[in-house]
């Protein structure tokens, strides 16, 4: 069996499941279909289909501190084997990072697809288009349509 380092604890398993929760309303536009162990990091964390039925994946990742220069690790020792998670047309993988405040209420919530984060290192300054309000899911919403619609629009 081979050993894979861990980037998860307690605060991010908290994060993955407030994530989870958000996409498992019965009488919302989504479904949890599956939920796979916090610390594989070849799997995504959250797997999803929305009303229309398109699945997508979602990777979470808490920090618990908001760094004062605003450069966070995401992911610092396994990074490169999470971007293995499948992200395409068929089924987009997104990243919810999650800063500061606590795993069910973070500071900072930044949510995109996973393939805009092209290394460890995330500027927050930067990140500003990614950012979303976390207590209003119809934000979320907003990415996702977006990004699917840009997967298959015709043009």
């Known amino acids: 069996m081979r050993t894979v380092p861990s980037d998860i604890g307690e605060?991010?398993?908290?994060?993955?499941?407030?994530?989870?929760?958000?996409?498992?309303?019965?009488?919302?536009?989504?479904?949890?279909?599956?939920?796979?162990?916090?610390?594989?990091?070849?799997?995504?964390?959250?797997?999803?289909?929305?009303?229309?039925?398109?699945?997508f994946n979602i990777v979470c990742y808490y920090v618990e501190e908001s760094p004062s220069d605003g450069m966070v690790e995401i992911f610092p020792k396994t990074f490169g084997m999470r971007k293995w998670v499948q992200d395409d047309s068929?089924?987009?993988?997104?990243?919810?990072?999650?800063?500061?405040?606590?795993?069910?209420?973070?500071?900072?919530?930044?949510?995109?697809?996973?393939?805009?984060?092209?290394?460890?290192?995330?500027?927050?300054?930067?990140?500003?288009?990614?950012?979303?309000n976390w207590m209003r899911p119809e934000f979320f919403d907003k990415v996702i349509t977006a990004e699917f619609e840009r997967i298959f629009s015709p043009i």
């Open 90 to 132: 068929d089924r987009p993988c997104f990243l919810a990072l999650g800063i500061g405040g606590t795993p069910g209420n973070p500071e900072y919530l930044y949510f995109a697809r996973f393939f805009h984060f092209t290394d460890g290192s995330f500027c927050q300054e930067d990140g500003r288009g990614m950012l979303i």
């Open 11 to 55: 605060p991010q398993r908290e994060f993955c499941d407030a994530i989870a929760a958000i996409f498992d309303d019965p009488d919302g536009n989504y479904e949890v279909l599956d939920r796979n162990p916090y610390d594989d990091p070849f799997e995504p964390d959250i797997e999803v289909m929305d009303s229309d039925e398109w699945a």
